[in-house]
């Protein structure tokens, strides 16, 4: 495939420094519940290098996952010398920046100038291995019983001194940190959760409710550490790619011995030797050996696949029945595993719909609810009469409902967690974007040979008109073909290779697209193509027009091999239709998806092979172009994906709503260049895209209704004189932890 048809497909980054880049976890009216998780299993970045405008260097920061972080580490790097562009990564908690070389240590210096700890790749993208930073629960412990005793004090004859030590003691213990992280938001005027509970606690306080606000910030604290758990499992659905492939392999050295050593220093060329049930740690070719591997990591399909020498391996899949040998073709770097891994990264930055109307909707939500709080403060005592105290606690209730964390949280939970469930499914999509606009499909255009079919036709006829010296022109039609990597002179070539035809040497080769090949053999121009190629080229004997008509009506590929003058020969070619192609072509008209056939071949073994799919429509004799253009008819009727495998489908990938690029596993621009990359031949990934974009869709619906469902009773209690900060608690980390959870569920799906 053809990465320069795809200029729109290219990965997201950054502009200048301007938008946060990745799927973050927050928005920038909400902060992100897990700033004090415990550090994920990610041990492994990009590897540093040079790009045109200086160099790239990925940083992880495992205290950055919150907006406030962010603005943080912005203003202080931004304007910076020597830093040329910023990219956030909140899920991975991963910076990106695009420096002179001079200025990286300078730029890790004022990161920890701010608290941060960054910690930088080696050569080969290593990480140091994380230092524990799990907290000891012990102090939250203790926060619990104190703002317990607190409220016994409360409601019993106890000194009021002893419920106020009490209370401070909690808070002491538990909410030091959301006051620091709730004063950083402040300062960059950001009114996330931990700027709004800081102040409701600290009113509450004013106001002599010291038990409360005591328990209030101990059930912050619990929920928060429940959350960020719960966020984890997101983070880890993308980190556990990365453990896929082993770190280290046993490799042939010069001598002939073998010895093992990191997977990262193995160069292309070595020879790797692989045990039955060790995972293969880089892509190879098989060179000696036979054994079956489990490609289930990579391509989602379960049912091991038989390799022998000449056959492709793939990191991260396992090897489990015999050992066997292969010579590396790809660096740990440039595995089909760590293309896979890049994609879902980046695919992070890429936001959905739902999700960018749900950030401009926080930024506007959060300072009107800020507003409504003040007001219900002091208008009511103001024009009312009513008593102050009773309507600033409400407004403080309205403060700590008013945080849109649940609703924020919501849709990149959701959006990670299914671009994780199809990566483990063997479907890579390139953004939450595609994700949630796949429910939309009506059309799915698709290619035949090698996409619908095998993609490995037989040579099934072979004809001469008279005059023809079959031989000598068999011999020519093998060297014309061998030339070519297209699957009908593929199958000329192997049937005169079968037969022991000699091919004919052939000098200025030329590719006709949708048409054929040309050649010059012994200082005649031969040619070799399709009813087209034939038409364009003169006027031809009836009965070859009648051989191609019978021919073609019995779905065969028909060329025919032409000198200077006329036709020679014919030669006819049969593909195979895939059995899960019928399958998935089914399940698509079930989901109410219609499907067309764009091919190159002519119409009736268009219209035959389609006929046998039950297919809606079908179109032969279809130049790049011609599909480019039935894809933006199909346009005007409603959504439209493309699925193609080759260079001729690039103009109507590169234009259809989604383009889908067909066994990206074994292609080496595909996934970088496919909005949904399937990583093996197998149709029935496209209705499992479409279930999990709905499935998707379906979710992030149910997240926006129980967040704002929530906020909105609890907002109408408070109002109602029933709220109590405890309920404002509840309402706006239970309704976070709601969404969360039903987010994940993706993963199962």
Known sequence: MAAAAFARLGSPSATGTGAPQGNALTADACGCSCCDAPPVEFTRLSAPRAVADGVRTPIRIMQMDCPVEEGLIRSKLEGM???????FNLVQRVLTVVHEPAALDDIAEAIRSLGFQPELPDAQGRLAEAEE????????GLAVTAAAAAEVVHWTALPHWLGLVFALLAIALCGLG?????????????????????????????????????MVMVLFTIAEKVEARSLDRARNAIAGLLRLAPDRATVQREDGSWQ??????IAVGSVVRVRPGERIALDGEVVRGHSTVNQAPITGESIPVDKAPGDRVFAGTVNEAGAFEYRVTAGAEDTALARIIHAVEQAQGVKAPTQRFIDRFAKVYTPMVFAGALLVAVVPPLLAGGGWQEWIYKALVLLVIACPC??????PVSIVSGLAAAARKGILIKGGVYLEEGRKLRWIALDKTGTITNGKPVQTDMEWLDGTDAAHARGIAAGLAALSDHPVSEAIAYAAQADGVAPAHVDGFAALPGRGVRGTAEGIVYLLGNRRLVEEHGTQPPMVAERFEALERQGR?????????????????ADTVKETSRAAIEDLHTLGVHTVMLSGDNAHIAEAVAAQMGMDRAFGEMLPEGKLQAVEALGKEGLVGMVGDGINDAPALARADIGFAMGAMGTDTAIETADVALMDDDLRKLPAFVRLS????????????LALGIKSVFLALTLAGLGTMWMAVFADVGSSLLVVANGLRLLRA
């Open 694 to 705: 709905r499935a998707t869709r379906s979710i992030l619906v149910q997240n926006i209704v």
């Open 81 to 87: 010398p020597g830093v040329k562009r910023l990219e």
């Open 260 to 265: 093992e050593v990191e997977a990262s220093a």
């Open 557 to 573: 590929s028909v060329v025919a091999l032409m000198g200077a003058e006329r036709v020679l020969g014919l030669f006819a070619v």
């Open 178 to 214: 959301t006051y620091r992280k709730g004063f950083v938001a402040l300062r960059y005027l950001n009114l996330n959760i931990n700027a709004l509970m800081s102040i409701a606690v600290t009113g509450a306080m004013l106001l002599g409710q010291w038990p409360e606000a005591a």
């Open 133 to 140: 930073t799990h907290k000891p629960w012990w102090p939250l």
């Open 406 to 411: 649940a609703l924020v949280i919501s849709t």
